[in-house]
């Protein structure tokens, strides 16, 4: 059955707009949101303006406890300082939602070392008693790091996109961050060995 002529070109005209929409439906879907972790991080915050929370770079996220545990950088929009935190986030009512969030300092030189520790409640309610320690930074250098724990046990850490994120159950202090090449060399050390002292 073929169709009378006057009536292809309605039929032409129709198959092209869906073809078109169609196409721009797929192109819409590589400029997809942030994921719902990330805009909970960023939406639990004081340290980012709207301008500069758009600009944010998840460095790396992992599960642990009930939750997820994020490591994120962005540029400062004042200094244009790179600026280093970590979120603690957990799913309630079907959102993600942050809690425990940390910064470190920014840093004006943009291959610099940087670390920090910070402890995490790992509960539902934003403000519970430390239950996590997680110590976390950046480098454009080095192969790993390796953390000192007050107690004495040590974590050796490779870097992931230029950057380390630990997590130990319990409140912690640590000693050092030391920064390795790939022969376990020292190249950087972070050291608060003396601000452990009681």
């Not at 799913?91 to 004006?108: F, I, K, M, V």
Request: net charge negative; with cysteine.
């Amino acid at each position: 059955m073929t169709l009378p002529t006057r009536y292809r070109p309605f039929f032409v005209l129709i198959w092209s707009f869906l073809l078109v929409w169609g196409l721009a439906a797929c192109q819409t879907s590589n400029t997809a949101a942030p994921p719902p972790t990330l805009q909970a991080a960023v939406a639990g915050t004081s340290h980012l303006n709207p301008e500069q929370a758009s600009h944010v770079e998840v460095l790396q996220e992992r599960p642990w406890g009930t939750g997820q545990l994020m490591l994120y950088r962005w540029a400062d929009a004042e200094t244009g300082h790179a600026c280093l935190a970590t979120a603690y986030l957990t799913r309630l009512n079907n959102e993600w939602q942050a809690h425990d969030t940390a910064t470190a300092p920014c840093q004006s030189a943009p291959n610099g070392f940087t670390a920090a520790y910070t402890w995490n409640s790992l509960v539902e309610a934003p403000y519970g008693p430390p239950r996590d320690t997680a110590v976390f930074g950046t480098s454009p250098q080095g192969q790993a790091v390796r953390i000192v724990w007050a107690d004495g046990q040590v974590s050796h850490v490779p870097l992931q996109n230029n950057s380390f994120l630990v997590s130990r159950a319990g409140k912690w202090r640590v000693e050092r961050v030391e920064l390795l090449d790939g022969n376990n060399q020292l190249l950087k050390v972070e050291d608060w060995s003396a601000l452990n002292v009681q």
